[in-house]
């Protein structure tokens, strides 16, 4: 996913009395001094004052990269080699806790070395959720493989499990799930239905470097994982990629399809002999991309804190409005980090106005509001063609994803610090809360 700008469960309490008590006495809980001014001031929509002000730029600009990066690079352009992709690995590698990892020149690639390492018999079905960048799942049609489209939460915008269960096929040899914009899936959970059923776990990690499940890195759940380093993501190197295997069968078989010249193959391996003309790609990274990489990983989880302690500070102030809701599971044994959005969800019911409503004014107030229709890949002509499958996937009805798409407002995500600009975001969000009767 590459958006193109550099942009879970409430606690109920105060919600179910502004619930019951609609919205002038909602003025009471959202603090009277609040609503009187929210109340008092006319929406922008309507001609009144806009509430955000301050430039959104700073906050929003992505890549960061300083000095060390353009060291690193001049230092690259005056003694041009591959060291810095070996060091990534290794650096990776240790980061994550993960034995084995192996750089690509993007996420779409080292997918498609995982689907070759799988060496699955033509035919074999994985499951994968449609809500999803194309990566996750087009490369599989290479090597004979057919999705199984499992449908997501619209609270996690994650692979829903038990729909997986009602989606298992004879077919069905794997799992992957996507933690998106940086919430970890519940890999613990599908683990262990995976091992029941006899499937594979993998992971599509492009969007969640640094997130954790019960203190284990993402990418570390399953069997082999991939992440991404395009320009948009926690770890930009503007283009590249990188497998992660804990078996060095796997790590060998996934190298060898890209790298002609099997970098750290073991020489006895089942692979080294296939040195000089590799299987077929070449799927290498361009060291530049790993030295700005490298760079940017010194600073990952500083960022990541910093980031996620601002959208707390913002989304525990959102989440008191009626029917307005954050990304979440709730769970308390998960460390997120967040990706390109801070994503919301409106129940137009509790709200009482609807999503269209609210985003038109939010914008007018200056808010960078969206009101997010992610693709979903099941409704794509591709799927239904015969000549690009081992057989045509089904298509299936997909509540969760059409609800998330139905309900989504997504906010950008403030990638440095912007205390202003999150205090005039609440500020139009609680001024457009207090008017929602005029809006709906
Ligand atoms: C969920 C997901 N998987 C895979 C990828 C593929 O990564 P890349 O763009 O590096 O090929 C992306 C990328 O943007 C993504 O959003």
């Given at each position: 996913m590459e958006p193109s700008t550099s942009a879970g469960a409430g606690r109920p309490s105060r919600r179910d009395f502004l619930k019951t008590t609609g919205a002038l006495t909602a003025g009471i809980a959202l603090g009277t001094q609040t609503t009187a001014r929210a109340q008092g001031e006319a929406l922008a929509v309507n001609g009144g004052p806009k509430t955000v002000t301050a430039p959104h730029d700073a906050a929003i600009h992505w890549p960061q990269y300083g000095k060390d990066e353009e060291e690193a690079m001049l230092a690259m352009l005056r003694a041009p080699?591959?060291?810095?992709?070996?060091?990534l690995e290794d650096e990776w590698a240790q980061f994550l806790g993960v034995p084995y990892a192996k750089a690509h020149c993007n996420?779409?690639?080292a997918l498609a070395s995982m689907f070759f390492a799988l060496n699955l018999p033509a035919g074999s079905e994985i499951m994968a959720p449609s809500y999803t960048f194309f990566a996750t799942i087009m490369p599989m049609r290479f090597f004979g493989l057919v999705p199984v489209f499992v449908d997501i939460n619209p609270h996690t915008l994650n692979f829903d499990l038990e729909d997986a269960k009602k989606r298992l096929t004879p077919n069905t040899k794997a799992v992957l799930p996507v933690h998106w914009i940086g919430l970890p899936a519940d890999m613990d959970l599908i683990g262990d239905w995976a091992k029941e059923k006899g499937l594979i776990v993998c992971e599509d990690a492009a969007h969640s470097q640094g997130s954790r499940l019960k203190g284990k890195h993402m990418g570390t759940w399953g069997r082999m994982s991939i992440t991404s380093?395009?320009?948009?993501?926690?770890?930009?190197g503007i283009e590249g990629g990188m497998g992660m295997y804990q078996d060095k069968e796997d790590f060998e078989r996934a190298t060898s399809?890209?790298?002609y010249d099997m970098p750290g193959i073991d020489k006895n391996g089942n692979y080294f002999k296939y040195k000089g003309s590799g299987l077929g790609l070449k799927f290498r990274m361009h060291p530049m991309a790993a030295a700005l990489v490298r760079c940017q990983l010194k600073g990952l989880v500083a960022r990541n804190e910093v980031g996620a302690k601002q959208v707390r500070a913002m989304n525990d102030r959102l989440a008191q409005l009626?029917?307005?809701?954050?990304q979440s599971s709730g769970r308390k044994d998960m460390q997120r980090m967040h990706y390109a959005w801070n994503m919301l969800f409106i129940d137009e019911k509790e709200a009482g106005m609807t999503r269209d409503a609210a985003v038109k004014a939010l914008q007018a107030e200056g808010v960078k509001a969206d009101a997010l229709h992610y693709t979903l890949q099941h409704e794509l002509p591709?799927?239904?063609?015969?000549?690009w499958w081992h057989h045509l996937p089904t298509i299936p009805d997909l509540p969760g994803s059409v609800k998330a798409n139905a309900t989504s407002i997504a906010l950008p995500y403030f990638t440095s610090e912007a205390p202003e600009l999150v205090e005039q975001y609440v500020k139009a969000f609680e001024k457009v809360w207090a008017h929602r009767t005029e809006l709906s």
């Open positions: 080699s591959y060291d810095a992709v070996k060091q996420g779409t690639s380093y395009q320009m948009t993501k926690a770890l930009p399809l890209g790298n009626p029917g307005l809701y954050e591709v799927y239904r063609e015969e000549g």
